[in-house]
């Protein structure tokens, strides 16, 4: 289908604002308009429970946001990791999104403010983001979670630490996690369809995605490891990953990454659940206040998670 006309409503605000794109903002400025402009593009609900708790990351402190939606003492939990190309983005700029995962999943939400470029290149966000899940695990009982019941999850680049988590559990045998879900994920380096048809004019664009590659690797050369490009885990580990949720948009340079990766895990013979939302844009899942189909998205997701973690 055509661009959906709430996105196209969506695409002329950002352009009305003219701003300049975030690779020629001053750093400091480009996060603080990410964090803004989630708080005017999204619906924020109220949740039970929400408390910040500093725990130790791979090179630093960082900050893990708790979402708790009812008084059940012992609940599931979502481990989730924002979006912003490693580089923008926090615990403040996807609340929205966390409060209403909450609520939807009836599960503990923990967001995770992991380090980012370029103060702390790859992998920091990497071992900041296992790390987080590996405290998660050990801290169940005090955090009155079901460490049977643990799901990742993160949009576009959270997504791709996500899903990188699960196969770095694997391989070092701390914990286990249960389910993924993957919403317009970073999946890969290599350009594909999706990436030349809507890299311009559709909120991502080309140069941003280029300026986030420069700033998150220390060189060219990472992007071909598994812990950069979750579709380069070689084919026995990628079978070993927990059940996966993907989501992409019609209109992302990302959806063909995200589609390529479900059906290499769905080959592999990992249970994967895939939905394209169709004229929707890349982030649609963080401008629920403007875009009808972001909410749906994260409640579909979230309820899939709630009959997943029964």
């Known amino acids: 289908m055509s661009l959906h006309p709430q996105?196209?409503?969506?695409?002329?605000?950002?352009?009305?604002?003219?701003?300049?794109?975030?690779?020629?903002?001053?750093?400091?400025?480009?996060r603080a308009m990410y964090v803004k402009s989630s708080r005017s593009l999204n619906k924020f609900e109220d949740v039970l429970k929400v408390e910040d708790k500093k725990?130790?990351?791979?090179?630093?402190?960082?900050?893990?946001?708790?979402?708790?939606?009812?008084?059940?003492?012992?609940?599931?939990?979502?481990?989730?990791?924002?979006?912003?190309g490693w580089v923008i983005g926090n615990v403040d700029s996807h609340d929205a999104l966390c409060r209403m995962f909450a609520n939807e999943s009836q599960c503990k939400v923990i967001s995770v403010d992991y380090s980012l470029a370029p103060e702390h290149k790859f992998p920091t966000g990497v071992e900041d983001a296992y790390l987080a899940s590996k405290w998660v695990y050990e801290q169940s009982e005090e955090l009155g979670i079901d460490k049977n019941r643990i799901a990742v999850g993160g949009d576009s680049a959270g997504g791709n630490l996500a899903t990188i988590v699960c196969y770095l559990a694997n391989q070092r045998k701390e914990f286990t996690l249960q389910q993924q879900l993957l919403f317009y994920p970073s999946t890969g380096f290599e350009p594909t369809e999706s990436y030349i048809k809507y890299c311009e004019g559709h909120y991502l664009t080309k140069s941003t995605m280029q300026w986030f590659s420069l700033q998150y690797f220390n060189e060219p050369s990472e992007t071909r490891s598994p812990l950069a490009s979750p579709i380069l885990i070689p084919d026995e580990?990628?079978?070993?990953?927990?059940?996966?949720?993907?989501?992409?948009?019609?209109?992302?340079?990302?959806c063909d990454g995200g589609r390529n990766y479900a059906n290499k895990l769905s080959d592999l013979g990992v249970n994967t659940t895939y939905i394209c939302y169709p004229g929707m844009i890349h982030g649609f899942m963080c401008m629920t206040a403007l875009i009808e189909n972001g909410e749906k998205a994260i409640r579909e997701a979230a309820q899939y998670l709630r009959r997943a973690l029964i």
Do not use: M, W
Request: aromatic content about 10%; cysteine-free; overall charge negative.
């Open 7 to 30: 996105v196209v409503q969506v695409l002329e605000l950002i352009k009305s604002r003219n701003l300049p794109p975030v690779e020629e903002q001053e750093l400091d400025t480009a």
């Open 55 to 84: 725990i130790q990351g791979y090179k630093q402190e960082i900050t893990v946001r708790i979402y708790t939606p009812n008084e059940e003492p012992i609940l599931p939990v979502f481990i989730y990791f924002h979006g912003g």
């Open 237 to 254: 580990e990628a079978a070993l990953l927990p059940p996966a949720y993907i989501v992409t948009a019609e209109y992302d340079p990302l």
